[in-house]
T-cell receptor, first 113, second 110 residues
Framework: EAQVTQNPRYLITVTGKKLTVTCSQN?????MSWYRQDPGLGLRQIYY???????DKGDVPEGYKVSRKEKRNFPLILESPSPNQTSLYFC????????????FGPGTRLTVT | SQKIEQNSEALNIQEGKTATLTCNYT??????LQWYRQDPGRGPVFLLL?????KEKRKERLKVTFDTTLKQSLFHITASQPADSATYLC?????????FGAGTRLTVKP
């Protein structure tokens, strides 16, 4: 089944404790991205990657890191999480930067206390 | 600054009626606009895309219009059903940076 998977689905952590949210897609898509979703603000793009080893900042990159060493994986790293990073996070992929339809993962609900 | 506004946070309608959702944008000139559906606890799912040179697009009970002069898209669900209850998001792709509206939560009552 074609899909985007994320792990973990739920995470509660404390301020300053480094964490990684994994994202994997099995559709051989070149383009992958991370979003956060907050009430009233909608989805905001954090980082995106047009291909392996190519990443770029979205709207709200501060406090996040990403890497794209393999085509299928695009982990999101929070080196020192803070409470304002409490949010619902979505990974998404699409065939290439020039195509339109994005496929979203199921989401990761992160709480930073 | 650039904005995407979906003018209703929530919309309640009766089953069988047509739901109309609005997406307005400012300071963008998108080549196309997309609509997604999001159910609680799930990621958005792509529904329709409309290009700037298309006035209208249909898919089953869904219809989308795109007026680049008004900078507005309308999303219609005809003969609405309770199963259509969800949040609907509009999105503009600005080069490689996709921008989403905050969404409209539609509830269709039986």
């Amino acid at each position: 089944e074609a899909q985007v998977t994320q792990n973990p689905r739920y995470l509660i952590t404390v301020t300053g404790k480094k964490l990684t949210v994994t994202c994997s897609q099995n559709m051989n898509h070149e383009y992958m991205s991370w979003y956060r979703q907050d009430p009233g603000l909608g989805l905001r793009q954090i980082y995106y990657s047009m291909n392996v080893e190519v990443t770029d900042k979205g709207d709200v990159p501060e406090g996040y890191k990403v890497s794209r060493k393999e085509k299928r994986n695009f982990p999101l790293i929070l080196e020192s999480p803070s409470p304002n990073q409490t949010s619902l996070y979505f990974c998404a992929s699409k065939r290439s930067a020039q195509t339109y339809e994005q496929y979203f993962g199921p989401g990761t609900r992160l709480t930073v206390t | 600054s650039q904005k995407i506004e979906q003018n209703s946070e929530a919309l309640n309608i009766q089953e069988g009626k047509t739901a109309t959702l609005t997406c307005n944008y400012t300071n963008y000139s998108p080549a196309y606009l997309q609509w997604y559906r999001q159910d609680p606890g799930r990621g958005p799912v792509f529904l329709l895309l409309i290009r700037e040179n298309e006035k209208e697009k249909r898919k089953e009970r869904l219809k989308v219009t795109f007026d680049t002069t008004l900078k507005q898209s309308l999303f219609h669900i005809t003969a609405s059903q309770p199963a259509d209850s969800a949040t609907y998001l509009c999105a503009l792709d600005i080069f490689s940076d996709m921008r989403f509206g905050a969404g409209t939560r539609l509830t269709v009552k039986p």
